[in-house]
């Protein structure tokens, strides 16, 4: 159980154009996910929690016109990350929780951002 | 940012030894704490998690001792394998959980 499935996992794309990535929840509904970052030989950075119905919360430094979170259903959030530039080029993941604050997160397998 | 780490890099481990892998945390508030194991290429995949009301699990092969004084997390594998090669990460959950900065384990055969 708690499987979450992140899609696509590798996407190249050119400069100025928006990719995005979709992460859904396969066998159990979330109220909230979460979306990280990772650079190469790095820990993950937590970006942004993704409230089902609400906006998202944006950590300190992250902009949230530059990446535009969407949680319209109980099993769905996607990522934008609109007018890419090569510096946008990192490991995507996505992840949520069966629980509350108190249980782990479950993640999905990434995407792989390429901005050439 | 990342405020849980105090790691090795890289550990390198004998086929059949035991492996330690350490962290440090840096929130006091924090009450739960969760090691993962990355894979090249993957999400990290949940491997035991803890309470702050304990201080030790054990799961399969795997115990994760918590050390509330010092702010200290271990996660001790037995019998290390080779698919036990990975990147593995402690995180810390007070309001969201934030991760360390991983610990790399290479098994010598």
């Known amino acids: 159980g708690a499987v979450v499935s992140q899609h696509p996992s590798r996407v190249i794309c050119k400069s100025g154009t928006s990719v995005k990535i979709e992460c859904r929840s396969l066998?159990?509904?979330?109220?909230?996910m979460f979306w990280y970052r990772q650079f190469p030989k790095k820990s993950l950075m937590l970006m942004a929690t993704?409230?089902?119905?609400?906006?998202?919360?944006?950590e300190q430094g992250v902009e949230k016109d530059k990446f535009l979170i969407n949680h319209a259903s109980l099993t769905l959030s996607t990522l934008t990350v609109t007018s890419a530039h090569p510096e946008d080029s990192s490991f995507y993941i996505c992840?949520?929780?069966?629980?509350?604050?108190?249980?782990?997160?479950?993640f999905g397998n990434g995407t792989r951002l390429t901005v050439t | 940012g990342e405020s849980v780490g105090l790691h090795l890099p890289t550990l390198s481990v004998q086929e059949g030894d035991n492996s330690i892998i350490n962290c440090a945390y840096s929130?006091?508030?924090?009450?739960?704490f969760i090691w993962y194991k990355q894979e090249s290429g993957k999400g990290p995949q949940f491997i035991i998690d803890?309470?702050?009301?304990?201080d030790k699990r054990q799961g399969q092969r795997v115990t994760v001792l918590l050390n509330k004084t010092v702010k200290h997390l271990s996660l001790q594998i037995a019998a290390t394998q080779p698919g036990d090669s990975a990147v593995y990460f402690c995180?810390?959950?007070?309001?969201?959980?934030?991760f360390g900065k991983g610990t790399r384990l290479h098994i010598l055969p």
């Open positions: 992840s949520a929780r069966v629980g509350g604050l108190g249980s782990p997160l479950h």
């Open positions: 066998d159990f509904q979330a109220t909230t």
């Open positions: 993704s409230n089902e119905g609400s906006k998202a919360t944006y």
């Open positions: 929130n006091s508030a924090s009450d739960y």
């Open positions: 803890i309470r702050s009301n304990m």
């Open positions: 995180a810390e959950t007070y309001d969201k959980i934030i």
